[in-house]
């Protein structure tokens, strides 16, 4: 689905590396750069169960937010299952959050699995002190790897990625046969969860995890963490992926950005959530 939107236009893509972790540059162009002397970035960690995908698939989703938000992205390419199983993806993490934040604020962002991975960041910043996240956004994350008995061949109309045995799979590589499946920093939905920066989710209808992504809400809001939750109506598993194609999924990333620029520090949009079902 990545192939289908194009990167927009008047953004820059460099290679580069951050903590010792290689990725992706996403910069706004000269017009889109909010003032300069407002520090601020985001760290973006892709989607894919943990087992597939680049900051290159994401160059449409990370190109828009860049452009919109007016702030550079930085994407980690972080070592993926089944070669590199938890904790790897999470130390590539927070190595690179640790060098984003020597500079100033940074929002954690991610979509699915990358979702879950910001949402597991925040939580072991939280747990070992010092510069936390301003802020987290969450595109359909996935925040429980523990299935338990769902069936494998469950799959809800419009989901046009997921199914239950994959991601199944994909957890099984990830965990490695040594990490349950309900460890906090995997299945982040099962954690203690006070104590962290707001949260914006965003997910759609019509995807697998959809009911997860409302009990992540549940438990935030329990937790007494500032959270939002847009549900976007008849919309599949990581939606704003399209915007510049899909007009509903460039103002889904234009709230992303105006709620990133509020954890930033305020700005001249402010963020408003969507009014959603």
Known sequence: LSRLTLPPRGVRFEAGTV????????????ANTVDPSSRGVWLYLHGGAYCVGSPRTHRALTGALARLGGRPLF???????????????????LACFDALSADGPVVLAGDSAGGGLSLATALALRDRGGAQAAGLYLLSPWADMDFGDVPDDLTPPGE??????????????????????THPLC?????????LAPVLIQVGTDELLHADALNLHEALRSAEVPVHCEVGQRRWHV???????????????????AFAQSCFGGGPRPFAPAVTG
Do not use: I
């Not at 010792?20 to 162009?29: A, I, K, L, N, S």
């Not at 972080?78 to 790897?88: K, N, T, V």
């Not at 939606?239 to 950005?257: N, S, Y």
């Open 239 to 257: 939606w704003p992926l399209h915007a510049g194609v899909m007009p509903g999924a460039t103002q889904a990333l234009q709230r992303g950005a």
């Open 160 to 181: 046009p990625m997921l199914s239950v045995a994959w991601g199944r799979q994909c957890a099984r590589f990830y965990l490695a046969d040594r990490t349950p499946a």
């Open 19 to 30: 903590g010792g972790v290689p990725g992706e540059w996403v910069r706004p162009g000269a």
């Open 75 to 93: 994407v980690p390419d972080y070592r993926l299952a089944p070669e590199h199983p938890f904790p790897a993806a999470l130390d590539d993490a």
């Open 187 to 195: 299945s982040p939905l099962k954690a203690n969860l006070r104590g």
